[in-house]
């Protein structure tokens, strides 16, 4: 998540690390607001419902919860290089999977404008 961070910082935005360790000095250096939870993989559940959406990217298990949780409280989630999960055969509705981080960009900055209305 260092990139995403890295990104976000270059763009004039600010970043906020919800850490699964201890100490707040474990945080990349381009985060702004570090949160040590001291809980691993449990902040998984604080990461999802601090934010609007979800943008997976890549990902092991860790991910993949986030994920979950994120469709189980009807959050949208965009996979870029992530995830294909399917329901009964049929590929998930929740998931909108992109190539690009410019399209992922694209797609969150579409859903934030759509849900303001």
Do not use: C
């Not at 055969?89 to 992109?98: F, N, R, S």
């Amino acid at each position: 998540m260092e990139a995403v961070a890295k990104g976000a910082k270059s763009a004039g935005g600010q970043t906020v690390g919800i850490l699964p360790g201890f100490r707040p000095q474990e945080a990349n250096p381009y985060i702004d607001v570090a949160i040590a939870t001291g809980i691993n993989y449990a902040r998984n559940l604080a990461v999802v419902l601090s934010g609007e959406l979800v943008i997976a990217v890549g990902g092991k298990y860790g991910t993949l919860s986030e994920i979950g949780y994120a469709l189980h409280f009807d959050k949208p989630v965009i996979a870029l290089n992530s995830w294909r999960l399917f329901k009964d055969g049929k590929k998930e509705a929740g998931i909108i999977h992109v190539k690009t981080p410019e399209e992922a960009v694209k797609k969150v900055l579409a859903i934030l404008k759509k849900e303001k209305k």
